[in-house]
C-alpha cells in the first residue's frame, strides 16, 4: 500500500531545540516499513500550527494523496497533524470520500479510518480539542508578556 509521510514541529525554534524532524521521520519511515507500506512522499513543514497562519503545506498534502490516490498518511501523533476543527473537518472529509483511507497517528497507536468505531472518533475529537486549547492558551500566555 502506498503512503505518505507528514512530520511536522510549530517552528524552526522548535526544530532547533530537540523537537526534531528528522527523529519524526525515522519513526514512520520504520512503522510504514514494518507494516510494509510503499511511501511515496514525506512532507516535512517547519511553520505554526495557528488557524490564523495558512497551512499551506497541510493543503498540499491531501491534494497530493487525492491526485496520486494515496490511501494511507502516516504522522507522529495527532497534533503534529492538526490543532484546530476545520482542518479536523478536512481530514475526516477526505477519509469519508474513501472508505479505503487511513490516517496512522504511530506514537498513539490510533488509526482514523472509516471503520474508526464512535468512541475512538470520540478519542481523535479530544485529542483535537485538546491541541486547540494548548495553542490557545499558549497565545494567551504570549501576549500577557507582551
Known amino acids: 500500500m502506498k503512503t505518505i509521510i507528514f512530520c511536522r514541529v510549530s517552528s524552526r525554534e522548535q526544530e532547533e531545540t530537540g523537537y526534531s524532524l528528522d527523529a519524526q521521520e525515522q519513526l514512520l519511515k520504520d512503522y510504514s516499513n514494518k507494516k510494509q507500506f510503499k ?32 490511501n494511507i498518511i502516516c504522522c507522529e501523533k495527532i497534533d503534529r497533524l492538526t490543532r484546530n476543527p476545520k ?21 498513539e497507536s490510533f488509526v482514523l479510518n472509516s471503520n474508526t468505531r464512535a468512541h ?22 504570549v501576549k500577557k508578556g507582551q
Open 39 to 70: 511511501t511515496i512522499k514525506t512532507f516535512r513543514v517547519s511553520e505554526s500550527a495557528s488557524g490564523k497562519q495558512v497551512r499551506k503545506l497541510f493543503n498540499e498534502l491531501f491534494e497530493y494523496a487525492t491526485k496520486k490516490k494515496i
Open 120 to 141: 475512538e472518533n470520540l478519542v481523535w475529537d479530544m485529542k483535537v480539542a485538546i491541541a486547540r486549547f494548548y495553542t490557545n492558551n499558549l497565545s494567551e500566555e
Open 87 to 107: 482542518d479536523a473537518a478536512l481530514v475526516q472529509d477526505w477519509i469519508d470520500e474513501d472508505k479505503t483511507r487511513e490516517i496512522h497517528f504511530v506514537k
